[in-house]
T-cell receptor, first 113, second 113 residues
C-alpha cells in the first residue's frame, strides 16, 4: 500500500460527459502528480501541484483541469469526454517537488463509451 | 524530441536466474534515471534511481547501470523470484522537475518457476 488513495477505482461514462477523479496523497506529501496510462501512449505526465500551486504541465488537454486543495487532496476534472480518453489515470505524491521517487495510487480506470 | 524506450517488450526468465532489463534514452541532458515496477492492477512502484554523474548503483537484489556514452540504462535483478513478475519502466527526469517523469514503454518480465 503506497498510502495514496484514488477514487473511484472504475468509472464508465458516455462521450461528452464530465467526470472528476479524486486523489488523497500520502500523509505529509506536498506534491501531487497526475499521470495517464493508455495502451498506445504509455505513461504520460499530465500535471504537478505542490502545496496548492501548479508547478508543471505536461501533455494535458485543455478539456482537462486539476487542482490541489488546502488539505492537499487533488482532483482531476475531465470534460467533453471522448473515446480516446479511456485510460488509467494515476495520482502520485512525493514529499518534495524535486524527486523522482513518487508513490503512486492504484489508479482510476475510466471507460468512455 | 525527448524519448525513453525499451529494447525488449517481454522477457522470460527462470526462477533463480538473473534478469537484465534494458532501456535506451535519447536526451543526454537528463539529470537522473529511475526504474519503476508495475504489477497487474497496481500503480507503478519505485525501485531505484541513479544520477547522471554515476554509472552504477546497487540496491537490494537490484543494480542499475548507466552508460552515458551510448545512452543506455539497465536494471539487473539478481536471483529473480516469481514476485518479480511485472512490467518494468525506465524513466528520466531533470533536477528541477523531479516528478515530471518521461517513461519508457515498459518491459514485461515473466518468471518461470
Amino acid at each position: 500500500d503506497s498510502g495514496v488513495t484514488q477514487t473511484p477505482k472504475h468509472l464508465i461514462t458516455a462521450t461528452g460527459q464530465r467526470v472528476t477523479l479524486r486523489c488523497s496523497p500520502r500523509s505529509g506529501d506536498l506534491s501531487v502528480y497526475w499521470y495517464q496510462q493508455s495502451l498506445d501512449q504509455g505513461l504520460q505526465f499530465l500535471i504537478h501541484y505542490y502545496n496548492g500551486e501548479e508547478r508543471a504541465k505536461g501533455n494535458i488537454l485543455e478539456r482537462f483541469s486539476a487542482q490541489q486543495f488546502p488539505d492537499l487532496h487533488s482532483e482531476l476534472n475531465l470534460s467533453s469526454l471522448e473515446l480516446g480518453d479511456s485510460a488509467l489515470y494515476f495520482c502520485a505524491s512525493s514529499e518534495t517537488s524535486n524527486t523522482g521517487e513518487l508513490f503512486f495510487g492504484e489508479g482510476s480506470r475510466l471507460t468512455v463509451l | 524530441g525527448e524519448s525513453v524506450g525499451l529494447h525488449l517488450p517481454t522477457l522470460s526468465v527462470q526462477e533463480g536466474d538473473n534478469s537484465i532489463i534494458n532501456c535506451a534514452y535519447s536526451n543526454s541532458a537528463s539529470d537522473y534515471f529511475i526504474w519503476y515496477k508495475q504489477e497487474s492492477g497496481k500503480g507503478p512502484q519505485f525501485i531505484i534511481d541513479i544520477r547522471s554523474n554515476m554509472d552504477k548503483r546497487q540496491g537490494q537484489r537490484v543494480t542499475v547501470l548507466l552508460n552515458k556514452t551510448v545512452k543506455h540504462l539497465s536494471l539487473q535483478i539478481a536471483a529473480t523470484q516469481p514476485g518479480d513478475s511485472a512490467v518494468y519502466f525506465c524513466a528520466e527526469s531533470f533536477y528541477n522537475q523531479g516528478g515530471k517523469l518521461i517513461f519508457g514503454q515498459g518491459t514485461e518480465l515473466s518468471v518461470k518457476p
